[in-house]
Nanobody, 122 residues
Framework: QVQLVESGGGLVQAGGSLRLSCAASGRTFAGYARAWFRQASGKEREFVAAISGSVNRTDYAASVKGRCTITRDNSKNTVYLQMNSLKPEDTVVYYC???????????????WGQGTQVTVSS
């Protein structure tokens, strides 16, 4: 059974940084696309960043491009999201997801984590 567990969320001041982690288990994920999404209360979940299953190609939402970096460590089945220059509007729940498929398509991720809260104080 596939499980994704996020960690690294918390409270940070505006302008600060956080690194989120998502550990996957249940199978080998070396060829799987990995991604981060986020969702504010009462709003739809939105795409943040994705990394391909091979050659580590990446894709970012315009709202985070230049401030966030997605990386993966296949030896640990873990994907990371380094977030810098955080803003109060980045205060949402972040979810990781994975699928076997094209990393540039954002609407068909199959497996999801439970989410981790990020709060940015002004």
């Amino acid at each position: 059974q596939v499980q994704l567990v996020e960690s690294g969320g918390g409270l940070v001041q505006a302008g600060g940084s956080l690194r989120l982690s998502c550990a996957a288990s249940g199978r080998t994920f070396a060829g799987y696309a990995r991604a981060w999404f986020r969702q504010a209360s009462g709003k739809e979940r939105e795409f943040v960043a994705a990394i391909s299953g091979s050659v580590n190609r990446t894709d970012y939402a315009a709202s985070v491009k230049g401030r966030c970096t997605i990386t993966r460590d296949n030896s640990k089945n873990t994907v990371y999201l380094q977030m810098n220059s955080l803003k109060p509007e980045d205060t949402v729940v972040y979810y990781c997801a994975t699928k076997y498929g094209n990393f540039w398509r954002h609407d068909d991720y199959r497996y999801w984590g439970q989410g981790t809260q990020v709060t940015v104080s002004s």
